[in-house]
């Protein structure tokens, strides 16, 4: 018997508890940033999801390994935003 499902559920629930504490902030402040947190949260959630489902042995040698790179980008493009932002 196999470990590797329930440690991927620990990792889903960490991203998807990470991703409602930031839409709590989003939601008291309005700040853009925090929903940008949120929905890379998301995505990260769902790359352990998806290598599950469709039984894919090694994450980074795959398409989905994309979807990660895209929650560092949202979160790299919000902060950079929000820099500009806040300097104007």
């Known amino acids: ?6 440690l991927n559920g620990a990792v ?6 990470a991703s409602v504490f930031f839409l709590k902030f989003w939601r008291r402040t309005g700040d853009r940033l ?4 949120c929905a890379s949260f998301l995505l990260l959630a769902a790359v352990p999801l998806i290598t599950v489902w ?13 979807l990660r790179a895209a929650a ?3 979160i790299i493009v919000a902060i950079v935003l929000n820099s500009r932002r806040s300097r104007s």
């Open 1 to 6: 018997m196999s470990l590797l499902p329930v």
């Open 12 to 17: 889903i629930m960490g991203y998807a508890v």
């Open 34 to 37: 925090f929903l940008a947190f």
């Open 54 to 66: 469709l039984n894919i042995p090694r994450e980074e040698q795959s398409a989905v390994y994309l």
């Open 72 to 74: 560092f980008m949202i």
